[in-house]
């Protein structure tokens, strides 16, 4: 019986750093998967921009239409995330034609940025990319 004491009292320490540690661990764990949305979304709008401003750049006629739906044809399988496409420039050959792509992500920490001085906004940005425009 007394072995059996001596074992239960050495194994309390061992819960206690666990009752201490796991949520911090947790926490930082959830932070990761929350950026990595936010980095998989932003990586998906730059895609999505250049590929729209590459097709576009090799039509003669209505660049921005063109642009706008092929941006928006390849975010239709972005599993996570709101995108807004525009586009400007373009017309005649030569001119620098631009796909801007504007992204937006839950954050999973807005209550919790309160406590840390934070506003708790979602996670958003914008990609822009460039093409000329093609043509004699």
Same mark, same amino acid.
């Given at each position: 019986m007394r072995r059996v004491m001596l074992w239960l009292r050495n194994k309390r320490g061992?819960?206690?750093?666990?009752?201490?540690? /796991?949520?911090?661990? /947790?926490l930082a764990t959830m932070a990761l998967v929350n950026m990595t949305i936010a980095g998989f979304a932003s990586v998906n709008a730059a895609n999505a921009a250049n590929y729209g401003a590459r097709v576009a750049s090799v039509y003669q006629?209505?660049?921005? @239409?063109?642009?706008i739906g092929a941006a928006n044809q390849m975010l239709s399988n972005a599993p996570i995330g709101e995108y807004e496409v525009s586009a400007s420039g373009g017309g005649k050959p030569g001119s620098l034609l631009a796909v801007t792509v504007e992204w937006e992500v839950p954050n999973f920490f807005k209550? /919790?940025?309160?406590?840390?001085? @934070?506003?708790?906004?979602?996670?958003?940005?914008e990609s822009v990319a460039y093409f000329r425009q093609e043509g004699w």
């Open positions: 061992d819960m206690a750093e666990a009752a201490v540690t /796991l949520p911090i661990v /947790l006629e209505n660049q921005h @239409g063109v642009a209550g /919790l940025m309160a406590f840390f001085g @934070g506003s708790g906004e979602d996670f958003s940005g």
